[in-house]
């Protein structure tokens, strides 16, 4: 079930990455999940997903030095099997100016690898097409706006434009509501308990870029492709989106991306939760 209200997938960068940055918090297991259900996208949804080079330019004051992206890119493969969309390569200082207008100043080495990328929209209908070829029935536009749990059942109320108190009885309930996890756990009787998760104040639907991350990414694409001055960027169009994460001390660079899974009970549960996650976790 979904509504129209977009959500984080459509504010995404849609990419369905095998995680290479999450070596350095040793996400082994994560990146070697993300590169096998990438493979499989690759070979089974080409219309779907489709390989992109991404370059990486290692300067002389760069945090990670050349031997340090070499080591994590070459993990990065043995955790892909090898495969030949998990293979990088560097790329000769000969070919830097072919780099759309790359900064080469103090550059040392440029590494390319590939990430894939998606359409969000695509991807939801082809899940929906599979779903109904497996006799579900989709309720476009509808809201759940409470949640009842009864021994072996629970009950949806929800609503729409055409019919309001809808009421679905079913032996399972997935909450896969994205940022809105936690409040479609308040709308559940008996209460439940939740996990804490770093969110934005605001409603989630209404999220803006902050002054500070524009600024940061000005800053960083002026850097790299210096002859674009950052005062004479202009920016046609912003959005933002916002990615559940488990509430922590720690920066939000480190905290992991794994899925959380909460169950309202260990046996015969009636009610799933997802929190966080990939895309690529579809
Ligand atoms: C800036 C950013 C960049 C990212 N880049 C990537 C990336 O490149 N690759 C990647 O794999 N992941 C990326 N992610 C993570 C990824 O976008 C999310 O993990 C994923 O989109 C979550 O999908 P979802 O379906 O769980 O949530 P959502 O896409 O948010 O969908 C939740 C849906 O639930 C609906 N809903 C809410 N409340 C109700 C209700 N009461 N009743 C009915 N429906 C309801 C909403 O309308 C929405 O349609 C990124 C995240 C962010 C924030």
């Known amino acids: 079930m979904m509504i129209l209200r977009k959500g984080t997938s459509s504010r995404s960068s849609k990419l369905i990455h095998g995680g290479l940055r999450y070596l350095e918090q040793f996400e082994f297991s994560l990146v070697r999940e993300c590169l096998l259900e990438r493979s499989y996208l690759l070979k089974n949804a080409p219309d779907l997903v489709q390989l992109k080079p991404v370059y990486i330019p290692v300067y002389k004051d760069s945090k990670r030095p050349p031997w340090m992206i070499y080591a994590g890119l070459s993990m990065y493969a ?49 899940v929906m097409n599979s779903a109904q070829e497996y006799d579900a029935e989709l ?26 108190d809808k009421k679905i009885t079913t032996k399972t309930i997935v909450n896969a509501a994205g940022p809105w996890a936690s409040s479609v756990l ?71 991306r794994e899925t959380i899974y ?7 549960p009636r009610l799933l939760s997802i929190f966080g996650g990939k895309l690529i976790a579809y």
Do not use: M
Not at 139 to 155: M, Y
Not at 209 to 233: C, M, W
């Open 78 to 126: 043995l955790l892909g099997s090898l495969s030949n969309d998990a293979r990088f390569k560097t790329v000769p200082e000969h070919k830097w100016h072919q780099l759309h207008g790359l900064n080469v100043n103090n550059l040392y080495a440029v590494f390319q690898y590939y990430e894939a990328q998606t359409d969000d929209t695509l991807l939801t209908h082809a």
């Open 139 to 164: 309720l476009l536009s509808t809201k759940v706006n409470a949640i009842e749990l009864q021994d072996d059942h629970g009950v949806l109320t929800c609503a729409s434009k055409a019919e309001t």
């Open 262 to 268: 909460l169950r309202d009970r260990k046996t015969k």
């Open 186 to 256: 308040e709308k559940v009787q008996p209460r439940q308990k939740t996990i804490a998760v770093s969110l934005y104040t605001q409603e989630a639907g209404n999220s803006i870029p902050l002054d500070g991350e524009v600024e940061y990414l000005l800053r960083a694409f002026s850097h790299y492709f210096q002859e674009f001055k950052q005062e004479q960027i202009h920016i046609k169009y912003q959005f933002s989106g916002l990615r559940v994460l488990p509430a922590s001390e720690e920066n939000t660079n480190q905290r992991s």
